[in-house]
């Protein structure tokens, strides 16, 4: 890929986060941190490729170890986090008789 | 095709389910299904990535990502609601570090190969990655120290701080550069080594109150050192999910110190002043005590039964006191009576943006009833009863009235336009910001002393006899 290429890609992807993620309410801030979050845990992807083509190198060998770890432990904590707090998230069962609350 | 043309396919699969699952992030009803797509996009990256050609050994990424996995999963599961902020620091730490680790494995790679300078694009990546990703690291660890209150909460600070960490930025961008000219790899561990000093000096001067800030800011920063790898690696995906973190982190930023009344600048690089404004303790300007008005529970409730609308502003304070099922229940009896109940929640009413609205979602207030501040303030004129609990800065008239108070310019909850404000309060001690509030002595105003979820729960019993 050319760094041309990259460079559309990274500001075209800024610009689709800032749209989306603008529209997220307030009340939901919490679960979008935790969300991204886990997202970001996309370097996992990174550090499977520098640890799967780690040909017995020292330094590859160790870093990739810790940045799977690392990364398995953001992608699976953050989006089981983020699920755990969004089943909470509730409609009122029934409407009200009463008042407009 | 070949194998990689089907791997890109996949990601690109996986960016799309990234960017769908925050799209349905926006409403509370789809929010669920989004988070569950953008999980099963990272599955389809990872898999994807398991099959590259470049990939050989599986059994140490077999073993590290069981280990990680199965910690991460188990800590969340685990992880109390009001523990979020910190759970959510150390998870950003770690890809934070997994960033930094990945370059510095790149580094050492090129080194390894004979070469002896990176090429520009790999040396701004790599050296991008290793020290935001070090200072993410470092940064969220010790916030998470602080919210876990491992780490005193309040701003550590020492003579010369600005100065001593922009010489140390210097130097690790000196080191950086010369460290792409001439490969030698304990040069960019001395980098990162320095990199993580920096991300804790950065946060150990920054206070409890302003964590929402600082979160947010390392979210950030841990996205870009992703997307920076992608750069590295040439992956198109760490690209795009790094950048959309990027994005995100960078707009919860600014939101969260706009709610707070700062700028991100003096968040980051100066600590609270605190002080200022109407003295300390509840004396007024020439030194005599103010008045301050009680109120008991059984009044109170008498009072809540005959309203037509109360509104209940939330501070951490209740959540503190473990309040929010006692809170939850005085809501519903009121409903029930047919008072209209609604809750107020300023942006920065927990320890991170949106906190509040998930401690009470779990204590099963339905989100119908939370309004955000915007919504919240035309209302206040038209409300009975404010109960204010465990809040105290967000409320404070002095951010709207007050020249000299240094909450001044911060956006509040109007409480005191309503017709009558009562404040659940363990004592007279001041907010965060330390702050004198001088709702606490206005004439419409009663206080209602102790701890919150005990005032509640006998609130509650007195509501029902009435």
Not at chain 2, 209 to 234: E, K
Not at chain 2, 237 to 254: D, M, Y
Request: hydrophobic share 55%; proline share 4%; charged share 10%.
């Amino acid at each position: 890929m050319s760094l041309i290429t990259e460079l559309v890609i990274l500001v075209l992807a800024a610009w689709v986060g800032i749209e989306v993620i603008s529209k997220v309410p307030q009340m939901l801030h919490t679960p979008l941190m935790s969300g991204t979050n886990a997202i970001h845990g996309v370097v996992i992807v990174g550090a499977i490729l520098v640890l799967g083509a780690a040909a017995g190198g020292t330094v590859e060998t160790i870093c990739g170890i810790v940045a799977v770890a690392f990364g398995a432990a953001n992608v699976v904590g953050g989006f089981v986090v983020t699920d755990r707090m969004l089943q909470m998230f509730r409609r009122r069962p029934e409407p009200p008789k009463e008042g407009q609350g | 095709m070949t194998r990689a043309d089907l791997i890109q396919i996949a990601y690109l699969v996986a960016a799309f389910c990234f960017i769908l699952g925050l799209r349905w992030l926006s409403s509370p009803r789809t929010a669920r299904k989004g988070n569950l797509v953008a999980a099963l996009g990272m599955l389809i990256a990872i898999i994807a990535t398991l099959v590259d050609g470049r990939v050989v050994g599986y059994t140490w990424i077999a073993i590290a990502a069981f280990v990680g996995g199965s910690i991460g999963a188990l800590v969340a599961r685990r992880v109390q609601m009001t523990a979020m902020p910190q759970l959510v620091a150390l998870l950003n730490g770690l890809g934070g570090g997994a960033a930094a680790l990945i370059a510095i494995s790149e580094y050492h790679v090129a080194g390894a190969a004979g070469e002896a300078r990176l090429g520009a694009v790999i040396a701004v990546s790599v050296m991008f990655s290793t020290i935001v990703g070090s200072i993410s690291f470092a940064g969220s660890l010790v916030a998470f120290g602080k919210l876990q209150e491992l780490l005193p909460g309040r701003p550590i600070t020492w003579p010369l701080q600005t100065v001593i960490n922009g010489l140390g930025a210097i130097v690790v961008l000196g080191l950086a550069a010369y460290a792409s000219f001439n490969i030698h790899d304990p040069l960019l561990w001395l980098a990162a080594g320095i990199a993580l000093l920096l991300g804790v000096s950065a946060v150990l001067p920054i206070g409890g109150a302003d964590m929402p800030v600082v979160i947010a800011f390392l979210n950030a920063c841990t996205g870009l050192a992703a997307a920076a790898t992608g750069f590295a690696l040439n992956n198109s995906l760490l690209i795009i999910a790094g950048v959309l973190v990027g994005a995100s982190g960078t707009l919860l930023t600014q939101l969260m110190s706009k709610a707070m009344n700062r700028s991100v600048a003096s968040v980051l690089f100066g600590a609270f002043g605190g002080g200022g404004g109407g003295g300390g303790s509840g004396v007024s300007a020439t030194g005599e005590a103010l008045p301050v008005l009680e109120i008991s529970a059984s009044d109170l409730a008498a009072q809540l039964v005959y309203a037509r609308r109360v509104m209940i502003v939330p501070g951490y304070g209740l959540a503190v006191a473990q309040a929010q099922h006692p809170v939850r229940e005085l809501a519903d009896l009121l409903i029930e009576r047919g008072v209209s109940v609604a809750f107020a929640i300023h942006p920065v009413a927990g320890r991170m943006p949106g906190h509040m609205n998930v401690l009470l979602a779990e204590a099963d207030v339905p989100y119908d009833q939370l309004l955000e501040m915007e919504e919240a303030n035309p209302d206040f004129p038209q409300t009975d009863i404010v109960l204010v609990i465990g809040a105290n800065d967000v409320v404070n008239p002095a951010a709207r009235d007050d020249e000299n108070s240094p909450l001044y310019g911060m956006p509040i909850l109007e409480v005191d336009n309503a017709e009558n404000v009562i404040v659940f309060k363990r004592s007279m001690a001041s907010g965060f910001a330390g702050v004198e509030n001088m709702l606490f002595h206005d004439p419409k105003t009663r206080m209602l002393f102790g701890d919150a979820r005990k005032s509640l729960t006998q609130l509650v019993q007195d509501v029902q006899a009435v």
